[in-house]
């Protein structure tokens, strides 16, 4: 039998309401759209797709940092989305999230030691002895650096401290939303080894979000593909052909890390259509090359193969 997933993402929706005011009514508009995706303990999913696609939105709605519109997140047997404040907070025990960011997302005023010391005194918890030297032992920082401060490191060894935080707490599940994005290519490689060794012997689970289809092909176990809030596409491992017209694109464009070139993809034309008035049939539409009549009045649900399933009528 196989073990129950750690993690049950169900129909997930965010919306967001922007722009109402005096005479205004305010535009809604689909951050996130019916997401649904189970993570097995161990595993590393990643999350692939354009900025503004919904990446960001996802992972603050699976660790529940923001509420949804609709949908469930289970973490075990526990209803995330359902728990009442107390027990939300000692569910987050359990999970942790990396951001892109290390300059933002870190304190300048505390040293090291005083950032490590936060997840404890959050959750109200005795920091053990010798923990602050473990964690950034863990993450290949010496002690030594407990007492520096955030702006006296390098962007590659603030980011082992963003990933040393979130392990503090031992947690189980990590998101870790672009993690590598603002660091050099060289330094990205260092982060990716540590990611990997850290799942290996924590037996850590990853959910990894990038706009770089090539690192995460080369990290991940399972693909996730995101076009306008909605997943488009599961690839079951790095190698699996791309089905969905979209993924095809990503992965013929070489869908690369530059950010001045994230929105256009090499080999398509026509508009990605405004989030906040989405066609009714097929969000791709007017910019696939395999598009009929029925893309454009019918919407394909994400069905098909269960181990690879795609959103499209007329899939590789
Ligand atoms: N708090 C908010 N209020 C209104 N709109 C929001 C909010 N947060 C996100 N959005 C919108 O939701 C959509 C998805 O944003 P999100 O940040 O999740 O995208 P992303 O895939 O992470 O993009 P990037 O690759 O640039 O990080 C965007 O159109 C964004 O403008
Ligand atoms: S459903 Fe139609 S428009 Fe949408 S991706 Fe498939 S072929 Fe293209
Ligand atoms: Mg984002």
Redesign the pocket.
């Known amino acids: 039998m196989t073990p129950p997933p750690l993690i049950r993402i169900e129909a997930l929706t965010?919306r967001?309401?922007?722009g109402g005011g005096f005479l205004k009514r305010p535009r809604t508009?689909m951050?996130?759209q019916d997401v649904s995706l189970s993570i097995a303990r161990g595993e590393v999913v990643g999350v692939v797709?354009?900025?503004?696609?919904?990446?960001?939105?996802?992972?603050?709605l699976v660790l529940r940092l923001?509420e949804p519109t609709s949908g469930r997140v289970l973490l075990g047997d526990s209803e995330l989305t359902a728990l009442p404040p107390a027990a939300l907070r000692a569910a987050r025990k359990r999970m942790a999230m990396v951001f892109?960011d290390p300059y933002s997302s870190l304190d300048p005023r505390y040293s090291l030691a005083e950032v490590l010391a936060e997840p404890f005194v959050v959750q109200r918890r005795a920091l053990p002895s010798g923990a602050v030297a473990a964690m950034l032992a863990a993450v290949g920082l010496p002690e030594t650096l407990a007492t520096s401060h955030p702006h006296q490191l390098s962007g590659g060894q603030r980011q082992r401290v963003g990933i040393a935080r979130a392990l503090a707490l031992e947690p189980e599940f990590l998101v870790l939303?672009?993690p590598t994005a603002s660091l050099d290519v060289s330094i990205q490689a260092q982060i990716i080894d540590l990611l990997a060794d850290l799942r290996d012997r924590l037996g850590l689970t990853y959910l990894f979000?990038s706009?770089d289809l090539g690192l995460v092909r080369y990290f991940c176990d399972r693909i996730v593909v995101?076009y306008l809030?909605a997943v488009v596409e599961v690839l079951p491992h790095a190698d699996a052909a791309p089905r969905h017209p979209y993924t095809r694109a990503l992965i013929d464009s070489g869908f690369a890390p530059d950010p001045a070139r994230?929105r256009t993809i090499a080999p398509l034309t026509g508009e990605i259509p405004s989030?906040f008035a989405l066609p009714p049939g097929c969000a791709f539409a007017g910019r696939c090359p395999r598009a009929t009549d029925r893309c454009r009045t019918d919407r394909p649900a994400l069905g098909g193969d269960a181990a690879h399933p795609v959103a499209c009528f007329h899939p590789h």
């Not at 797709?49 to 603050?60: D, I, P, V």
């Open positions: 965010r967001f309401e922007t508009m951050a996130v797709g354009e900025s503004g696609c919904g990446k960001s939105t996802l992972a603050r923001l892109q939303d672009e979000i706009h995101m809030g994230r989030p």
